[in-house]
């Protein structure tokens, strides 16, 4: 029982702060992705929040790792930056599936690309407690993809007159 418990505790963040970053992850991920979702994009909302939670989890995970291991064996080490390149790396390769080219110059999916991409952004914000800047980039991309559809559908009837 000693051991599930010394299992269970974290050493760089609370369980309070965890569930917090955590549901916000669900939370900026879930209304991100309803916006790709509400215009029958590839990737909905399940796909967002799944991101942006498992990069929390990640960013996290790499906060305790570092907390656990900065004064270990120098042949352990934990670089976060890596953390980082490499899950916005991975997610860049999702992302890009969503993009979908259909013939004579003709790409869609770059914005759900982009989306799904800064999802994960996002998440490792606020997995390393930086709600601030979760809080920016959320309002910031979802003002981009909730306010873009109505300014393509302007510049296209400019283009058609």
């Not at 989890?57 to 352990?76: H, K, M, R, T």
Request: proline share 2%; charged share 15%; glycine share 14%.
């Amino acid at each position: 029982m000693e051991r599930l418990y010394s299992e269970l505790s974290l050493t760089y963040v609370s369980w309070p702060e965890l569930f917090l970053r955590v549901g916000l992850a669900m939370l900026f991920g879930l209304l991100l992705g309803l916006d790709r979702a509400s215009k029958n994009k590839p990737i909905d909302f399940r796909a967002y929040m799944i991101v942006a939670v498992t990069t929390c989890i990640i960013a996290v995970l790499g906060q305790e790792l570092y907390s656990e291991f900065s004064n270990a064996d120098p042949v352990v080490s934990v670089d976060l930056a890596k953390i980082i390149a490499g899950v916005l790396t991975g997610i860049g390769f999702l992302g890009a599936g969503a993009i979908i080219h259909r013939g004579e110059g003709d790409v869609v999916g770059t914005a759900t690309g982009a989306s799904i991409w800064s999802a994960g952004g996002i998440g490792l914000a606020l997995g390393f407690g930086y709600y601030g800047l979760a809080l920016v980039a959320f309002l910031a991309v979802g003002a981009i993809l909730a306010f873009s559809g109505w300014l393509v559908g302007r510049v296209r009837d400019v283009d058609e007159r």
